[in-house]
């Protein structure tokens, strides 16, 4: 039936279902990373006039960490846990959106964010190249980083996640080794468009 903002036993066995569908417990209540999936994804298949199966919903979660159009681009992926967990971000139009979450299911997390507020380039001096975007969950932050030692010759790239509250870092991430693709720089060249 049509949309009539109530809480009803429709509205409970709609969320049933979905939970059913991507085989996760039959709770009634959505996580808001999950309630913001389900409606862009909802959004999407009715742009393009799909029917709400569960095919659907499975192929929009297993491109959940992709870049959601042709104008956003993919400034940060990696892998955590033996690639059990991802990070994605993109950008567009001064925006950015970072999801974590484990592989092949509905983000844990989506952030998004004017990406001036949020991103700090390399300065152009010292050892370490490095830059971060930083996205705000009410009192957490998640601080998406790039360092690059320019002494070392390897080369190689350093990444991962620190989970940042009341300025003191909770939790820190490092990407699984060869996951890392990073684009931060292409940041700057976002907030020139």
Known sequence: GPPDGIWGRKTHKAIQAFNTCLGQN???????????????????????????????????????????AAHWTELFRCTFEQSTKIATVCGAQGQARYRFGHKNKVPDLTLQSDLREIYVPWMGFGRYMSENITFANK???????????R???DNELQAGIDVILADQIIASLTCDAGSIQSGLSKSSNLLEM
């Open 26 to 68: 039959k709770e009634t209540e959505l996580t808001p990373s999950a309630l913001s999936f389900l409606i862009e994804s909802y959004q999407i298949a009715k742009a393009q006039r799909l029917d709400g199966s569960c095919a659907a919903l499975l192929s929009f979660v297993a491109s959940a960490y992709q870049c959601p």
């Open 139 to 149: 009192d957490v932050s998640y601080r998406v980083y790039t360092s690059l030692d």
């Open 151 to 153: 002494l070392n010759e």
